[in-house]
């Protein structure tokens, strides 16, 4: 008796089994269908032709570089260039036109505030939040609002971030001290506190009306040379306003008496070592689409 009558018939379906058996389930021998089976040869031989054709085999030193010589790299570099090549036009235009120029183009303007936003994304966010919200806890300035200690037009914006802030490698950085009021002795604690008050009065926060009464005229003396005779600040000497609920550093009582006692005052670097003149024009429109601005 040969090997193929040896094996039982499935009483169902008249198959001969293989004579394997699992828990009371015979295995049905059933061929594999023609088509499935050349589709599976197919797939074999596309695989070797493709491991030929293209990096595919892992070697000590490397990797085979196939007889195509094709690479992912190489391919993300061309569209990369074809990329740059696309935009390489456009950032020739802006570099040179003004800001008005600009906004009576459309899509100019449009493609400036996009890939200024990139740029923001990749520099700037790390300091001021990924929405220019920035951080009054490390003194990072809101760039949501109007409050600009250099101003808020586009051209103060762009000066601003190509020059930076109090820095020591542009000599265009912009540049306001503060004198340490408690530190150098020029006022005294109480007058200081006095100052304080009056400062929580023209910004519009409880305060103490006797306090700020003598803080008027301390003020005057003292501070209304930068911050203005109302508190308006000054953009030409990076003077913060006062009269307003906008505060760098914090506008509690506390905070403003360690302010004027002892300030602080942040930097910024200078983007023009980086960034090419369009692409300063970018992020200053950029920042300027932020809601703020002059």
Not at 85 to 111: C, G, K, N, W
Not at 133 to 139: F, V
Not at 192 to 205: F, K, M
Request: charged content about 20%.
């Amino acid at each position: 008796m040969s090997d193929d009558e040896e094996r039982p018939v499935d009483d169902a379906t008249g198959t001969r089994t293989t004579g394997h058996t699992w828990d009371g389930i015979g295995e049905l021998d059933t061929p594999l269908p023609r088509w499935w089976l050349w589709i599976f040869y197919a797939t074999i031989i596309w695989a070797i032709g493709y491991m030929i054709a293209y990096p595919a085999i892992p070697l000590l030193n490397g990797g085979s570089s196939g007889l195509l010589g094709w690479n992912s790299r190489t391919a993300v570099e061309q569209e990369i260039d074809s990329v740059a090549q696309a935009r390489e036009t456009l950032d020739v235009q802006i570099a040179s036109m003004s800001f008005d120029e600009i906004e009576d183009h459309p899509e100019l303007m449009d493609y400036a505030r996009r890939s200024g936003a990139s740029a923001f994304k990749l520099v700037c966010s790390q300091c001021h939040g990924s929405g220019g919200a920035g951080d009054q806890q490390l003194g990072y300035p809101n760039l949501n609002d109007d409050a600009w200690l250099w101003g808020g037009t586009k051209d103060d914006l762009f000066h601003t971030i190509s020059h930076g802030v109090r820095n020591d490698q542009d000599p265009l950085a912009r540049a306001s001290v503060m004198p340490a009021y408690l530190e150098l002795g020029i006022l005294q604690p109480k007058d200081i506190g006095d100052v304080a008050h009056y400062v929580l009065a023209i910004s519009g926060q409880d305060h103490d009306a006797e306090r700020a009464a003598l803080g008027a005229t301390t003020f005057a003396q003292q501070c209304a040379a930068c911050h203005g005779v109302e508190g308006e600040g000054n953009h030409l000497l990076g003077a913060p306003r006062l009269n307003d609920a906008i505060w760098l550093y914090g506008g509690s009582y506390d905070q403003i008496v360690a302010q004027i006692g002892n300030p602080q005052m942040g930097n910024m670097p200078p983007w023009n070592e980086r960034f090419s003149e369009a692409q300063l024009k970018k992020l200053a429109i950029y920042v300027h689409s932020l809601g703020g601005g002059n």
